[in-house]
């Protein structure tokens, strides 16, 4: 039964998550307030820990809910059911995509589609700011987090350094000044 409700639960959110990774994160959000599976914090710490690994975002963050829930067999069955939709929808427009490719519906579709995954995206970025910046008590300011994301930020404008310098650095800061 548990591998049916992770199935159901993450083939909804493939389903749904129109613009990547990011986008699957409002869902997550209502699945840790639907479920007792995962807490807000876990999505938080899923997203530090995804986005400092290798792969897709919502994919790792499906395989560590899954594998909480049930170990590998979880994962296994969270992963695939959130790509499903994605890879059965992509091989049905692949496949009518050159009937179409002059439709302006088709085209009105994918310029609507854009506005949703903008506004999905922004939600889960200001959730993640949220739990960075304040934690679980909105009252409580984490003035450490703010400055790093501040110096980050400034480094990201003025520097051409790669990605994986920024997450590395920050992951030692965290660690040397105990975030």
């Known amino acids: 039964m548990l591998y049916l409700e992770l199935f159901l639960e993450f083939f909804k959110i493939g389903l749904f998550s ?3 990774g990011l986008a699957t994160i409002p869902f997550l959000q ?3 307030n639907k479920k007792d599976w995962i807490s807000i914090e876990d999505i938080s710490n899923m997203i530090a820990v995804s986005e400092s690994t290798p792969g897709p975002l919502g ?4 395989s560590f809910t899954g594998y909480l829930q049930s170990g590998v067999a979880g994962a296994i069955v969270a992963s695939l059911s959130l790509v499903l939709p994605a890879l059965l929808i992509t091989i049905l427009i692949a496949r009518m995509l050159d009937r179409f490719r002059n439709s302006k519906t088709v085209n ?3 310029y609507g589609l854009r506005p949703a995954s903008a506004a999905l995206i922004a939600v889960a970025g200001w959730e993640v700011a949220r739990i960075t910046f304040f934690g679980t008590e909105i009252s409580d300011f984490l003035w450490k987090n703010a400055l790093l994301a501040i110096a980050i930020w400034i480094l990201l404008k003025k520097t051409k350094w790669h990605p994986v310098i920024f997450i590395a650095a920050s992951a030692a800061i965290g660690i040397l000044f105990q975030f």
């Open 18 to 20: 129109v613009g990547g």
């Open 30 to 32: 209502e699945l840790a």
């Open 59 to 62: 994919i790792n963050m499906a």
């Open 108 to 110: 009105r579709i994918f």
